[in-house]
Structures are given as structure tokens and as C-alpha cells.
């Protein structure tokens, strides 16, 4: 690629090139943290905003690895600069982390707007951390390359693997069932997270960091290396390196990231079986960059994609296993007809340039087409009266039997009272009943929390039921499963039809038809609908209470209003 740039032309020159009074200033500040003129002067300022932090387990090795993206900067000619940015930490935060996404993009692009940086490097990977980072690059557009924190290796028990998440849910069940013992439990405890690197399901993490690599985001391969491998460290320089040549070419985000990339992204989505959380960051992505994602859209994408990672929670193997079977461009190679192979990426290539040579070392992991885990569909989105902007499910972690099933519902106004009844022996609940989560939603969790998983209640455990179907306006991890019906739009808090639900109405999901409906007459529903009373509103100070103001429904991929599109990038004045 041509390089279209002169040292007096980066963006960090304003700072430090000026024979004036402020440039004397930003220079001498520089020299205090023992740099020579030249050192910064006239080169590229890489910030390398790091989401390493203590309490987020799944980026322990990131602050070692910003030290090997510096050794790529520095080898390429740039200046390295190290910045902390939010880390959420998937587990740790509450009520929700997804309540954090958008102040961690807004972290971001006020971080590369506000300082004397022409790029940057993205670290991260835990849950929301990769469409934070993602969301703030795309608004700023400078040069951004995102550096996938990697998965942890395969969890042990008793040899057998164990999966973030999905194992958790499984023995949880089994341990409320009285199948297994409490010393197994805490032997399951020991050997579940055994190193740094997120959950090595395909949950929200190994998701999000595919789908990035699928935007063209990252290197090639970069998403499927595990977090301790000597791969991640290379990588890891690579981006560096990379970083300074894209400031050169001003290779930015704008520049590549197009309809089709989106597209690709959703593709790859359903062929790697990842979480629903992909929808609502990949709304909230191309909003951004101001295109206009439909839900639609991924519905008719899922039809002719088909499931070819056999990864848990949807298959059987692990993410440390997936990059032994030739990672997510062997798995991209296997679908290249699905796939817009023109467009651009990170490394100035195109996706089909990026795919030549990929291929499948395991193909028991890495599906061949003919021997698809899901033939196709496995993720839908519904409509139908108590849905009207949509709802989504993920089939392939689903149990068929109940994609087509009519039942009553046993409705829980929020968590607090399903936590409190669904154990209780007098709840008035059979298989074939629907449970149903209200004000679960952005506004009501708050937060759209990973509540649409809701447990088996215990009474039905010992005659064998392990799933049901769930419906809900909150979100589910990724590396869940059962037959959950999630982000129900508008949500109960705002007076979506969930909230109008009572026990013993009957719904109906039919899947094949995309539809979920509750079968009561429009009499009712427009007279319980007249009833209902908003909520008072949950935050009164702070962040918490902007976010509440100001973010959107589940469909529009609850950014805020006033981010989700493309607007100029305000240069600062340097006074
Ligand atoms: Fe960090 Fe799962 S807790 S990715």
C-alpha cells in the first residue's frame, strides 16, 4: 500500500512539532519521561489502550503482551504509548457489564480524540470488551487494530475437559439433581479457568474476537490463538508493527469496513455457533460507521449458513482444540462461497488474499459442509405479538423437540422472584410449561443481564428434565444452552408485551414459522395493556443514569442514541 503521509502530516505533530509555546510544553513533558525530541517527534504515536487490569482474570497476561506490541512499534519505527482503558470484567461486574459497553467506547474515542496519538492497538477479548473497543475505534477512525486477548486453555477434571460456562450450568444442574458430590465440585472449581484468556467456549468472547477477525480487524488467525501460546506473543508485535504502517497509509476503520464486512461478520457468526450476544454489538458496530444492520438480516444469512464449529455450548470440543484444527481461517476457508471475498481488512488485503492456504487439520472440530453440525438456521430471529421488533434464539443450542411447542406460562416479574420461587415445591410448573422473566431488559435488569438461561426449577430435575422452553427479555451467555427465547423487544420495563403476560396464559413458539405469540384475544391484551403502570425509573445519578436516559432497545443494539451513527470526528483545538 502506498504510503500517503510526511511526519508533518501525522496527527501528532500538532502536539510536538510547533516552534511555540505549547509545543515547547508537550515536548518538554515527553523529555520528563526521559525521551529524546526525536524519539516522538515526526513518528507515529501508537496508543496501545490496554484492558489489562487485576480484577479481570482473562487479561492477566495483557499487561506482559502491551510490552511485545511496543517491541513491534518501536521495530517499525513508531512511539509507543501505553493507556489504560476500562477493563469490564465479565464476572466481577455489576449489575450487568453489558451496562458497560458503551462507556468503555466512550473511554476510547475520547482517549485517542483527547491525546497526541495517530493509532492504535485494542487490547482485549472479555465479553464486552471487544465491541467497546471496537465501537470507540469506529467513531474516532484513526488507524486501529485490535489485538484478541486469545481464549484459556482447555479446563481439566478427572481428565475430563472442562468448558467455561457451559460445564458450569451442566454440573450445577447436576449437583442440584444430588448426581455428583461436593468434592467433585470443588475439584470442577480448581480445574475450570487453568490459565489467562477468556472463556474458551464459543461464548460472547471467542465470539466477538472471531467476528472482529471476520470484520477484518485483526491479523489473520490472530482470534483463535490461545491467550499462553509463544503464537499470541508474535501476534501480539505484529500488531505493533502493523499499527505504524497503517498511520503511513492512514488505513483506518472507514476505509474497510463496509455492508459486506458486516455480512461476512454474521456469516461467520452462525458457522462458528456463537453467542446471541453477537447480534445487539453487531448492530451497535455498524451503527457506528452509520449502517443500518436489521435483525432481518441475520435471520436470512442464518438460513443458508450452515454450524461447522464442533464447539461447546452447541458442539463438543474447545476453543484451545478449534486453533489445533486450523482456527477460524480454516473454518472461514470451508464457507469461502458464503463469504464477500473483496473486502478489505487491517492488513490492507482483502479477505480472500487473507483466506489462501487455509486449511482444516481436524475436520471432527472443523466441520466439512457435508457433515455440518446444524445444516442451517442456528440462530432465528421471531416476531409474532408478544415480539414485535424481534426476539432471537439459538436453535443449535437448542433441544428440537421444543422448537415447535405451545405451553403455559409460569411468569416471574423479575429476578428477585424467580430466584426466590423456582425452587419451590409448591410452584405450579410441569415440563411442558413456559417460564417466562420480565423486566430482564436494557432498561430493566438493568442492563439486559445473562439471565435468559433460567434454571430448571428443582421440582422437575428428578424425573430428567434438563431443558424447557424460556422466554425473557435479558440476554444469555454464550456458552449457555436450552431452548431460551431472549432480547423480546420492546422489553417489559418499557410496556413491551412480555410485561402483560400472566401465569397460565398460553404461548406459542414455533420456530420453523419464526414466530412466538400470546394466545390470548386483542381484547385482553389491549385491556391489560391500558392497565399496565411504568416502572419508576432505576438510576437518579451519574453514568448509570445517562444510560438510562439515553440507551436504546435490544433490536437497535442498545447503544446511545446520540453515538449510534457517523458523524465528523471533532479534532481538538491545542491551545
Ligand atoms: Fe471473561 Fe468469560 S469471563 S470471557
Redesign the pocket.
Known sequence: MPQNKKPEDLRSYRWFGPDNMRGFSHRSRMKQLGYNREDFTGRPVIAILNTWSEINP?HAHLRERAEAVKKGVWKAGGFPVEIPAFSI???YAKPSPMLFRNLLSMDVEESLRSLPVDGTVLMG???KTTPGLLMGAMSMDLPAIFLPAGPMLRGNWNGQPLG??TDLWKFWTERCAGTITADDWLNIENGIARSPG??MTM?T?ATMTALAEALGFTLPGASSIPAPDSNHVRMAMGCGERAVEMVWQDWKPSDFLTMESFENAIAVDMAIGGSTNAFIHLVAMAGRLGLKLELNRFDEIARRVPVLADIRPSGRFLMEDFFYAGGLRALMGEMKDLLHLDVLTVNGRSIGQNLEGAKVINPEVIRPREKALVESGGTAVLYGNLCPDGAVIKTSAATPALLRHTGPAVVFKDYNDMDARINRDDLNVTADSILVLQNAGPLGGPGMPEWGMLPIPKKLLPSGVRDMVRISDARMSGTAYGTCVLHVSPESFVGGPLALVRDGDLISLDVENRQLNLLISEEEFARRKAAWVKPEPKFKRGYQMLYAERVTQAHLGCDFDFLHDKMETAEPEIH
Request: glycine letters at 24%; hydrophobic letters at 15%.
Open positions: 482473562c470484567t465479565e464476572t477479548g472479555c465479553d467455561s460456562g477468556f472463556c461464548g468472547a
